[in-house]
């Protein structure tokens, strides 16, 4: 099986410039890369039926190992920056002949996929692993082709990933031995020195994040679902803020958990499937999730117990950001293709560290495009190389470590969206109540959940509502199965001078990273918070 194409994919790795490797497979299913895993042991087996794998030292992006190359086509395009840190195209060069040269007669799994739902859309893509359990975690995350289909269509955007393959700091023109590296007009993606899957997955949705909005389609760091009704809701969040458990909802059909695209049709999910955190994970709390990882699920630095393999989703021994890769189809009820209609229900959910946010508020248009162009929430330990504790950060659109475009951008094409729809917007915080990080209390999950399913179902419509004085935010009097003293942050602390203090102090940190974004609407600038 050494050639460099097969009956089912005729556009073959020569045009990667892959040459002499050794044996190739092309889009094997789960149980023949579960044989290959396992026979190489890259993991083990889970008495749940899923393949676990561990990454080593990387349990968690590398974002300052990330780059763009800088070259003719795109460069006026970029938002270059310490996100979007530019590469030369020799560097390029360099680093995917030190790939090539390192897979020459290894053993290839190649995959051949579709990022977005949206046929009118969607992107071919292929990837290219040393490894079955990588080959095994991208073909769960993307939307994969009918039986037979594979590899007939040209892939636009390919990921070549060798975890063992590491760059050479001195000679390679980057700082570390780990590389993420992304050239949009080749179409190429080179991925080394990591064996952390999320990579792949990021990766892919820098892409998209560039050419679904050139194509005037929104892209979006968000989960969705759908009600009984029709309607759809997006969550936007950074990683552990909530997305993949709130939008896991038994009363709700799920699109997705974490990347989409919103279009003149409606809303589409860019992925085939979903990349859950799982600690602390349990049957209880989020059965959906729990359930869905079985056999053809991958998770990812998850410790076992050594008698039982039965999964141990408290240990924090390898990682807090322990991971589970599965298909969409493995949740319940959910709606594939993952296509649906315009959102009725935007929510912005931020991991409130300071834990002055309140736990729900009703926002503005001008103020969603504020929160939205903000990002605010904590950095949860794990999700990042050096996290180990949450953090306050900002991150524009809920994603800027994924935006190659300036994210003025992307706030136009939202706020344009809201507007036209006539979308109900809520800011919902899953973080501190009580108290910062280290005093106070992470907000009650099923406090949350009831919040969500009011909003969403307009019981707070007619509720009403005070005026938070420092942030502006509206926030409900009550709220269905919710105690009302919870809806009030600052009525939470022992000691509200405290609770005044912190705000100021939040409020403050809000304007100054505001100051930055110079192309926005004179109303959008004021809905931010006052000092």
Same mark, same amino acid.
Request: some cysteine; glycine content about 8%; hydrophobic content about 40%.
């Given at each position: 099986?050494?050639?460099?194409? +097969?009956?089912?994919?005729?556009?073959?790795?020569?045009?990667?410039?892959?040459?002499?490797?050794?044996?190739?497979?092309?889009? *094997?299913?789960?149980?023949?890369?579960?044989?290959?895993?396992?026979?190489?042991?890259?993991?083990?087996?889970?008495?749940? &039926?899923? =393949?676990?794998?561990?990454?080593?030292?990387?349990?968690?992006?590398? $974002?300052?190992?990330?780059?763009?190359?800088?070259?003719?086509?795109?460069?006026?395009?970029?938002?270059?920056?310490?996100? +979007?840190?530019?590469?030369?195209?020799?560097?390029?060069? #360099?680093?995917?002949?030190?790939?090539?040269?390192?897979?020459?007669?290894? !053993?290839?799994?190649?995959?051949?996929?579709?990022?977005?739902?949206?046929?009118?859309?969607?992107?071919?893509?292929?990837?290219?692993?040393?490894?079955?359990?990588?080959? =095994?975690?991208?073909?769960?995350?993307?939307?994969?082709?009918?039986? @037979?289909?594979? &590899?007939?269509?040209? $892939?636009?955007?390919?990921?070549?990933?060798?975890?063992?393959?590491?760059?050479?700091?001195?000679?390679?023109?980057?700082?570390?031995?780990?590389?993420?590296?992304?050239?949009?007009?080749?179409?190429?993606?080179?991925?080394?020195?990591?064996?952390?899957?999320?990579?792949?997955?990021?990766?892919?949705?820098?892409?998209?994040?560039?050419?679904?909005?050139?194509?005037?389609?929104?892209?979006?760091?968000?989960?969705?679902?759908?009600?009984?009704?029709?309607?759809?809701? *997006?969550?936007?969040?950074?990683? @552990?803020?909530?997305?993949?458990?709130?939008?896991?909802?038994?009363?709700?059909?799920?699109?997705?958990?974490?990347?989409?695209?919103?279009?003149?049709? @409606?809303?589409? +999910?860019?992925?085939?499937?979903?990349?859950?955190?799982?600690? +602390? *994970?349990?049957?209880?709390?989020?059965?959906?999730?729990?359930?869905?990882?079985?056999?053809?699920?991958?998770?990812?630095?998850?410790?076992?117990?050594?008698? !039982?393999?039965? %999964?141990?989703?408290?240990?924090?021994?390898?990682?807090?950001?322990?991971? /589970?890769?599965?298909?969409?189809?493995?949740?319940?009820? /959910?709606?594939?293709?993952?296509?649906? &209609?315009?959102? /009725?229900?935007?929510?912005? *959910? !931020?991991?409130?560290?300071?834990?002055?946010?309140?736990?729900?508020?009703?926002?503005?248009?001008?103020?969603?495009?504020?929160?939205?162009?903000?990002?605010?929430?904590?950095?949860? /330990?794990?999700?990042?190389?050096?996290? !180990?504790? $949450?953090?306050?950060?900002?991150?524009?659109?809920? @994603?800027?470590?994924?935006?190659? =475009?300036?994210?003025?951008?992307?706030?136009?094409?939202?706020?344009?969206?809201?507007?036209?729809?006539?979308?109900?917007?809520?800011?919902?915080?899953?973080?501190?109540?009580?108290?910062?990080? &280290?005093?106070?209390?992470?907000?009650?999950? #099923?406090?949350?959940?009831?919040?969500?399913?009011?909003?969403?179902?307009?019981?707070?419509?007619?509720?009403?509502?005070?005026?938070?004085?420092?942030?502006?935010?509206?926030?409900?009097?009550?709220?269905?199965?919710?105690?009302?003293?919870?809806?009030?942050?600052?009525?939470?602390?022992?000691? %509200?001078?405290?609770?005044?203090?912190?705000?100021?102090?939040?409020?403050?940190?809000?304007?100054?990273?505001?100051?930055?974004?110079?192309?926005?609407?004179?109303?959008?600038?004021?809905?931010?918070?006052?000092?």
């Amino acid at each position: 099986m050494s050639d460099l194409g +097969n009956a089912s994919s005729p556009i073959g790795l020569e045009r990667h410039g892959i040459r002499d490797p050794g044996d190739v497979f092309w889009n *094997l299913q789960p149980a023949e890369l579960y044989e290959h895993a396992l026979r190489a042991r890259e993991g083990v087996l889970a008495d749940n &039926g899923a =393949l676990v794998c561990t990454t080593g030292l990387h349990t968690g992006r590398s $974002p300052g190992d990330k780059y763009i190359v800088e070259e003719e086509a795109t460069r006026d395009c970029i938002e270059w920056g310490p996100v +979007n840190k530019p590469i030369s195209e020799e560097h390029f060069d #360099r680093l995917h002949r030190r790939m090539i040269e390192h897979y020459r007669g290894r !053993t290839l799994f190649v995959r051949d996929m579709f990022a977005g739902a949206d046929e009118s859309t969607r992107v071919p893509i292929r990837v290219v692993t040393e490894t079955a359990w990588h080959n =095994l975690f991208a073909s769960q995350l993307f939307i994969r082709p009918e039986v @037979g289909a594979a &590899g007939r269509q040209e $892939p636009r955007f390919t990921v070549l990933n060798a975890p063992s393959c590491e760059a050479d700091p001195a000679t390679d023109g980057i700082r570390s031995k780990t590389f993420v590296v992304v050239h949009l007009t080749k179409g190429l993606v080179l991925i080394g020195g990591t064996a952390y899957a999320g990579e792949i997955k990021k990766s892919i949705f820098t892409i998209m994040n560039y050419v679904l909005p050139l194509a005037d389609v929104l892209s979006m760091h968000c989960s969705a679902n759908v009600g009984p009704d029709g309607d759809v809701a *997006l969550f936007f969040g950074l990683s @552990g803020t909530g997305k993949t458990t709130l939008s896991a909802d038994p009363d709700r059909r799920l699109i997705g958990d974490d990347e989409h695209g919103w279009s003149e049709r @409606g809303v589409f +999910n860019i992925e085939g499937g979903c990349y859950a955190k799982c600690i +602390n *994970l349990s049957a209880e709390a989020e059965p959906q999730i729990y359930s869905a990882i079985r056999f053809g699920s991958v998770l990812e630095n998850v410790v076992l117990d050594s008698a !039982t393999h039965r %999964p141990n989703y408290e240990s924090t021994e390898l990682t807090e950001n322990t991971r /589970a890769a599965y298909p969409l189809e493995h949740i319940p009820r /959910a709606i594939i293709p993952s296509v649906a &209609g315009h959102p /009725a229900n935007v929510v912005f *959910l !931020t991991c409130d560290a300071f834990g002055v946010l309140p736990p729900i508020a009703k926002l503005t248009h001008e103020q969603a495009m504020y929160q939205f162009l903000s990002g605010y929430t904590a950095k949860v /330990a794990g999700t990042e190389r050096g996290v !180990t504790e $949450p953090q306050a950060t900002f991150s524009s659109c809920f @994603g800027a470590p994924f935006l190659p =475009l300036p994210p003025e951008r992307y706030a136009s094409m939202l706020g344009e969206r809201l507007a036209r729809h006539d979308v109900h917007c809520w800011l919902i915080n899953t973080g501190w109540s009580g108290g910062s990080h &280290g005093v106070g209390q992470r907000i009650n999950l #099923r406090h949350t959940r009831a919040m969500i399913r009011a909003a969403l179902a307009g019981r707070l419509d007619r509720e009403p509502y005070a005026t938070d004085p420092v942030f502006g935010l509206r926030i409900p009097r009550s709220c269905p199965d919710v105690p009302s003293e919870v809806l009030t942050p600052r009525s939470t602390w022992s000691d %509200p001078s405290h609770y005044d203090a912190k705000a100021r102090e939040l409020a403050a940190l809000f304007v100054r990273n505001f100051a930055a974004f110079k192309r926005v609407l004179p109303e959008v600038a004021a809905a931010g918070p006052r000092t």
